[in-house]
């Protein structure tokens, strides 16, 4: 990896590094000399601007659930039929996913090790949460399949979105889009959960 200068050095290049290095390495696994060689600046250039490693894992992981979360406010997630905006905020969750992929990767690594990885694990739970409620809601309304259970569903629905941090590789090249992928996702889960009237 080639050193940052340190003209060019911000707090977003050093989140930016922080969270490849914990993606590959793994939180536990990361030291901040490890941080500071990946970064090309001191340890003390790291600690004039987070007091630990522990705060760079917390800004990493609040970028990732600040952006999930600010799809459940948007209008396509609040507005219409249940089944429409659970649609919505699915779209919407695979897009943030892909767009922060390296933050979102490191959320869904979290174990629950740290106060700020129980604190980022319970945020999780609240988003999956507000989810199943959208589920719920569909189904009550009648336009989810009767023999589908709810819970099963928001497992298996979360269990596909998460699972493209582990497969999605744009830099390798013909990678589908995030369009595609989100629209694949669409295809998949909803022509087996919508009821065919």
Do not use: C
């Not at 050193?3 to 707090?11: G, H, I, L, Q, S």
């Not at 590094?17 to 390495?25: D, G, M, Q, T």
């Not at 990946?38 to 340890?43: E, M």
């Not at 013909?174 to 694949?184: K, L």
């Amino acid at each position: 990896m080639t050193m940052a200068k340190r003209d060019t050095y911000t707090p977003e290049s050093l989140l930016a590094v922080a969270v490849k290095v914990f993606n590959e390495r793994g939180y536990d696994g990361t030291s901040m000399e490890h941080l500071s060689k990946a970064a090309g600046i001191s340890k003390s250039s790291i600690y004039h601007h987070v007091k630990s490693k522990e705060e760079l894992l917390r800004l990493a992981i609040s970028r990732a659930l600040d952006e999930l979360f600010a799809v459940l406010g948007e209008p396509g997630a609040v507005e219409g039929r249940a089944i429409g905006r659970l649609e919505y905020v699915t779209r919407r969750t695979v897009e943030v996913l892909l767009a922060e992929l390296p933050y979102v990767t490191l959320l869904l690594r979290v174990r629950g090790n740290t106060d700020t990885e129980r604190w980022a694990m319970d945020r999780r739970r609240e988003f999956d949460h507000q989810v199943a409620e959208l589920l719920k809601q569909a189904a009550a309304d009648g336009d989810l399949r009767e023999d589908v259970d709810v819970r099963l569903a928001t497992r298996l629905l979360f269990g596909m979105i998460n699972s493209i941090v582990e497969w999605y590789r744009p830099e390798r090249g013909g990678a589908a889009t995030s369009d595609e992928v989100a629209a694949a996702v669409i295809h998949t889960a909803f022509s087996g959960l919508r009821t065919h009237r």
